[in-house]
């Protein structure tokens, strides 16, 4: 599993204070340099990576290397995404500090991972489809004879049949 945003870029998204509040475990806020390595920002990231991936795969419109493969604007909006849903984490180990922002974050997730279950073209990527290999099936000619049909039985009333010629 390959983790789509790093602590930088919440911490371009988002206020280091609240990060610091929210990943501190006592009174005291965790320092913006301390934050690059934070266990529970880590493990936020993580779990926000982990649910956009479990998402993907029910929604079968993007695969994993689709994603990792992200440049640009559609690789920004990943990372934003990832900083949302770990926001969400952040939150949830405190709901009781922000339950505004808890439930703002609740729905914002629920609608992200939504889309990405449902198959919606989040990104601007072409779709994960496998057209596959066009087979004709039908009944062989034994197999149409050895029915025994009205048209067989009745030679010269009906028209002759036309048999399929490659079975």
């Not at 994603?67 to 690789?75: I, K, M, Q, V």
């Not at 922000?98 to 703002?104: A, I, K, L, R």
Request: charged share 25%.
């Amino acid at each position: 599993m390959s983790r789509y945003a790093e602590p930088a870029d919440i911490l371009d998204r988002k206020d280091w204070r609240d990060i610091g509040d929210l990943c501190s475990d006592d009174s005291s806020q965790v320092a913006v340099s301390d934050l690059l390595a934070d266990p529970k920002l880590l493990a936020a990231l993580d779990d926000a990576s982990g649910e956009i991936e479990a998402a993907l795969v029910v929604g079968g419109r993007y695969t994993v290397s689709q994603l990792e493969g992200l440049t640009g604007t559609s690789l920004a909006h990943l990372k934003r995404i990832t900083c949302e849903l770990a926001m969400y984490h952040l939150l949830a180990r405190r709901p009781r500090l922000s339950p505004d922002q808890y439930e703002m974050h609740s729905k914002l997730r629920d609608t992200y991972l939504d889309q990405l279950r449902t198959g919606v073209n989040v990104f601007a990527l072409a779709e994960n489809i496998d057209a596959g290999t066009v087979h004709v099936d039908g009944p062989s000619v034994v197999q149409i004879i050895d029915l025994n049909l009205m048209r067989d039985q009745t030679l010269h009333y009906y028209p002759a049949r036309r048999m399929p010629g490659s079975r």
